[in-house]
Each structure stands twice: as structure tokens, then as C-alpha cells.
């Protein structure tokens, strides 16, 4: 088992930035690909970014490319998403997953999933 605890969502206005983070416990952190998901209001849930166990290897949703970074830090057994140039589009509860390969966008091959946490940007 591995949970996931998210952090660092609030509100912001449009062209600030945040910067999430996820803690992981439990299961060995460092095995896992990593990703953060979004899902707004009314809308399904959308994939946001991954990345590889060792973070060598990362991807994006195009909406989100250049602005947002994924990282991981395995000593800490944290993965962070740095969202800059927000815009009121991002508004969403975003969640981070975990599973036992790299999955890329599937959301459905993540394994575990956080209770998510809300960002809102303001116009």
C-alpha cells in the first residue's frame, strides 16, 4: 500500500503561480511512477503530468507544457508539481497517483490515488 497526502493548493490569481506537493508513505516511493491529475468542476478527470521512478523521463499535457514541472525528490519520498503562469482555466482539485511502472496519462493503470487538493485561480 502506498497513501498519498497532496499539499499546497489555495487561491491565486491569474499569472501567479503554486506549487504542490505530494507525500508519499508506505510502500517502497522510489519503485513508482508518479503522476497529477485534475478534474474541475462538471468536467472529467484530466492527466496533468507524469513522471518516471527515477525522473528521468517526464510528460505533459499540452495545456499545461512549459508552464508546469513535475519532480520528485525519492530521500524524501515527495513528487512536487510547480504550476507557473496559472490561469483561471487551472481551476481544478488536483490529485496525485502512484503506480508501479510508468504510466504515463492512463489513469486508470495508477495504482493509488490522493484525497486531492483544490486550486483556484482567480480572473
Known amino acids: 500500500q502506498v497513501q498519498l497526502v497532496e499539499s499546497g493548493g489555495g487561491l491565486v490569481q491569474a499569472g501567479g503561480s503554486l506549487r504542490l506537493s505530494c507525500a508519499a508513505s508506505g510502500r517502497t516511493f522510489s519503485n513508482h511512477g508518479m503522476g497529477w491529475f485534475r478534474q474541475a468542476p462538471g468536467k472529467e478527470r484530466e492527466f496533468v503530468a507524469a513522471?518516471?521512478?527515477?525522473?528521468?523521463?517526464?510528460s505533459y499535457a499540452d495545456s499545461v507544457k512549459s508552464r508546469f514541472t513535475i519532480s520528485r525528490d525519492n530521500a524524501k519520498n515527495t513528487v512536487s508539481l510547480q504550476m507557473n503562469s496559472l490561469k483561471p482555466e487551472d481551476t481544478a482539485v488536483y490529485y496525485c497517483?502512484?503506480?508501479?511502472?510508468?504510466?504515463?496519462?492512463?489513469?486508470?493503470?495508477?495504482?493509488?490515488w490522493g484525497q486531492g487538493t483544490q486550486v483556484t485561480v482567480s480572473s
Open positions: 497517483a502512484a503506480g508501479y511502472s510508468y504510466y504515463d496519462d492512463i489513469s486508470s493503470k495508477y495504482d493509488y
Open positions: 513522471i518516471s521512478w527515477s525522473g528521468g523521463r517526464t
